[in-house]
């Protein structure tokens, strides 16, 4: 059975860095994307980042560029999303996905299209 497992979220002050995981299983990493998104409460899911799983190319959303940056461990099967310079409009729950369909970037906005399975998500709160 397919699934992805989020972790790694917490209480971080503004400035500080988390890295998110995202565990992967029941299908080789290698054949997707895998994006991260967040939700934050009142807003709309925004796409962060993404990765692509033949040549490892990424994407970022134009309010995390140069802060966050994706990366993957294929043998672990697993996502990384390192936050650095994190800032309170980075409060969020994050989640990591599958995306089957491609990404569309406009307006320095990232959009997922044909997400078929995604995890629970982690919570990340920037507050001093």
């Known amino acids: 059975q397919l699934q992805l497992v989020e972790s790694g979220g917490g209480l971080v002050q503004p400035g500080g860095s988390l890295r998110l995981s995202c565990a992967v299983s029941g299908y080789t990493l290698g054949y997707y994307i895998i994006g991260w998104f967040r939700q934050a409460p009142g807003k709309e899911r925004e796409g962060v980042s993404c990765?692509?799983?033949?040549?490892?190319?990424?994407n970022y959303g134009d309010s995390v560029k140069g802060r966050f940056t994706i990366s993957r461990d294929n043998v672990k099967n697993t996502v990384y999303l390192q936050m650095n310079s994190l800032e309170p409009e980075d409060t969020a729950i994050y989640y990591c996905?599958?995306?089957?369909?491609?990404?569309?970037?406009?307006?320095?906005?990232?959009?997922?299209?044909?997400?078929?399975?995604w995890g629970k998500g982690t919570p990340v709160t920037v507050s001093s």
């Open positions: 990765i692509s799983s033949s040549d490892g190319s990424t």
């Open positions: 996905a599958r995306i089957r369909g491609g990404v569309v970037a406009s307006n320095g906005v990232l959009r997922f299209v044909g997400m078929d399975y």
